[in-house]
């Protein structure tokens, strides 16, 4: 049996800059009879075997699709990553889910001095100048869902922005069956509890 792979990324920002490291990974994507081999690819052509990929000194030309697929032919959903080269990003997940608590960063180039800090969503400030650089997000809805911006002081005196569009996905499509003492019956296929088992919906 397989299992359909997902693609996440460290720290799970999908924007980072010129020159920063980002490792993905290939999670789930398990069978029977000794475990996938693993190929990544870049807007479809393939770039990389194994479980995880790490890029070292991003450039621009890293941006892409990137996806992963298993010996089995399970090929994971598109995970989107985008490289800059400005001075200011807004990081934002890779994935966003109804329900989920997440961070928007406004992250700065380590050899600048970063000063204040602000939030815009759809041309409405949601929150003003602060000297924290991550605004949370508790219990995403579909109303989450817009276009975001944050605007940061650099070395006291200039202002950079970066702007973003998030989407909500609906709930996560993994979902877990936990199996207590005694069988349970689903579709003719009995559960024991000495084999726990993982359904995806």
């Not at 000794?34 to 479980?51: A, E, M, R, T």
């Not at 892409?64 to 990553?81: F, I, K, M, Q």
């Not at 380590?110 to 924290?132: H, M, Q």
Request: aromatic residues 10%; charged residues 20%; proline residues 4%.
């Amino acid at each position: 049996a397989a299992i359909r792979p997902a693609v996440t990324f460290s720290l799970n920002y999908k924007k980072i800059f010129t020159a920063e490291s980002i490792m993905m990974t290939c999670d789930g994507g398990s069978t029977i009879g000794g475990g996938p081999n693993y190929i990544w690819y870049k807007d479809n052509f393939p770039v990389h075997n194994g479980k995880s990929y790490t890029i070292q000194r991003a450039r621009t030309s890293h941006r892409g699709s990137y996806r992963c697929r298993t010996s089995t032919g399970e090929l994971s959903d598109p995970a989107r990553l985008d490289v800059s080269d400005g001075i200011v990003i807004l990081q934002t997940p890779l994935y966003v889910y109804e329900g989920d608590d997440i961070n928007l960063r406004c992250h700065h180039r380590p050899r600048y001095s970063g000063g204040l800090s602000r939030f815009i969503k759809d041309k409405s400030v949601i929150r003003a100048w602060t000297d924290s650089a991550v605004f949370q997000i508790g219990n995403v809805d579909r109303t989450t869902a817009g276009t975001y911006r944050c605007d940061k002081v650099i070395s006291g005196q200039k202002i950079y922005y970066d702007e973003v569009s998030v989407s909500v996905e609906g709930k996560s499509r993994i979902s877990y069956i936990r199996i207590i003492p005694q069988h349970l019956y689903t579709d003719g296929v009995t559960l024991s509890p000495d084999r726990p088992s993982v359904i995806i919906a």
